[in-house]
């Protein structure tokens, strides 16, 4: 089935910068949205960034003007773009892909999850 992979979680001290990525494969026909949440430690899963196929990204407030999401539609891939991170920041981000399979299902996906720790 469509399966996701994230890469590029770590650690960075505050004030630094740190670039995620998600990957989607398998037997998609067309992906609509995809986005970023994470979940910080005790807390519930937040919406970070989305992105439609065809109109503007949209982010929470916590990130304006700090984060940036895009996506490379020929690859099937979602960056986020994280600067000026804060402690706040921690969390396990979560790739999501809202996409069609070749066999007409509609299917809201979650990748595995990938650690950001911001810390000095």
């Known amino acids: 089935q469509v399966q996701l992979v994230e890469s590029g979680g770590g650690l960075v001290q505050p004030g630094g910068s740190l670039r995620l990525s998600c990957v989607a494969s398998g037997p998609i026909f067309s992906i609509s949205t995809m986005g970023w949440y994470r979940q910080a430690p005790g807390k519930e899963r937040e919406l970070v960034a989305n992105i439609p196929a065809t109109h503007w990204a949209n982010y929470a407030d916590s990130v304006k003007g700090r984060f940036t999401i895009s996506r490379d539609n020929a690859k099937n891939t979602v960056s986020l773009e994280m600067n000026t991170l804060k402690p706040e920041d921690t969390a396990v981000y979560y790739c999501?892909?809202?996409?069609?399979?070749?066999?007409?299902?509609?299917?809201?996906?979650w990748g595995q999850g990938t650690l950001v720790t911001v810390s000095s």
């Open positions: 999501n892909v809202a996409a069609r399979t070749m066999t007409g299902r509609f299917l809201e996906v």
